[in-house]
């Protein structure tokens, strides 16, 4: 199965700054997505980046938000941008491709 | 609101006795993944079901997926420390991917 890189692995953060997770595969992968999961709570999806084009928002999410590239098959950025302590979450990646989702280690994320 | 629910939100067992987690689904899905995800760590995923009724063994978990394609369960026998963790089902409902709201075991030594 695919290696999933995803950096930073945690953070604390300053309200009101951005901060921008990677996420890099091992192998060329055609879905890749972006998750969220608040303390003790299920995982919400963000978005689905596509490579060369714009990323597929869900409900509730924004690219002003939460801007995401994806370069190429193998990488992708999410930018949490302008925090505030409700963006306190984990920050997860996962890909799409043997198994029907593999997912990086996640980025833990605190605001002040 | 949250289309996939899961029962029980917790579960506290003695090593060795049985576990069963269910998921309901307002809508059909077109067809349910279980993933555990442990303490600190990332969901892993177990296995998918496909097929209406269709049911699948790994070892001591047995997977169900309900005829209508709106229920599912996690049935493991004889629990371990091993199993502790959370349990995730997910699945597509039209276009939609939700995961499940999970049901968090812990296992008693």
């Known amino acids: 199965s695919a290696v999933i890189s995803q950096k930073p692995s945690r953070d604390i953060c300053q309200r009101g700054t951005s901060l921008t997770i990677q996420c890099q595969v091992d192998?060329?992968?055609?879905?890749m997505f972006w998750y969220r999961q608040q303390p003790g709570q299920s995982l919400t999806l963000i978005a689905t980046?596509?490579?060369?084009?714009?990323?597929?928002?869900e409900s509730g999410f924004v690219i002003d938000k939460f801007p995401i590239s994806r370069p190429n098959l193998t990488f992708s950025t999410l930018t949490v941008s302008n925090m505030s302590p409700e963006d306190s979450s984990i920050y997860l990646c996962?890909?799409?491709?043997?198994?029907?989702?593999?997912f990086g280690d996640g980025t833990r994320l605190s605001i002040l | 609101g949250q289309q996939v629910m899961q029962i029980p939100q917790y579960q506290h067992v003695q090593e060795g006795e049985d576990f069963t987690t269910y998921c309901n689904s307002s809508?059909?899905?077109?067809?349910i993944q279980w993933y555990k995800q442990r303490p600190g760590g990332h969901p892993v995923f177990l296995i998918q079901?496909?097929?209406?009724?269709e049911v699948k063994k790994q070892k001591r978990l047995t997977f169900q997926f309900g005829e209508a394609k709106k229920n599912s369960s996690l049935h493991i026998t004889a629990t371990q420390t091993t199993d502790v963790g959370t349990y995730f089902c997910?699945?597509?409902?039209?276009?939609?991917?939700?995961f499940g709201t999970g049901t968090s075991l812990t296992v008693i030594p």
């Open positions: 996962s890909v799409q491709g043997n198994q029907p989702q593999h």
């Open positions: 192998s060329q992968v055609t879905m």
């Open positions: 980046a596509n490579q060369g084009s714009e990323a597929t928002y």
């Open positions: 809508t059909t899905l077109s067809n």
């Open positions: 079901l496909v097929k209406s009724g």
């Open positions: 997910a699945g597509y409902t039209g276009n939609q991917f939700y």
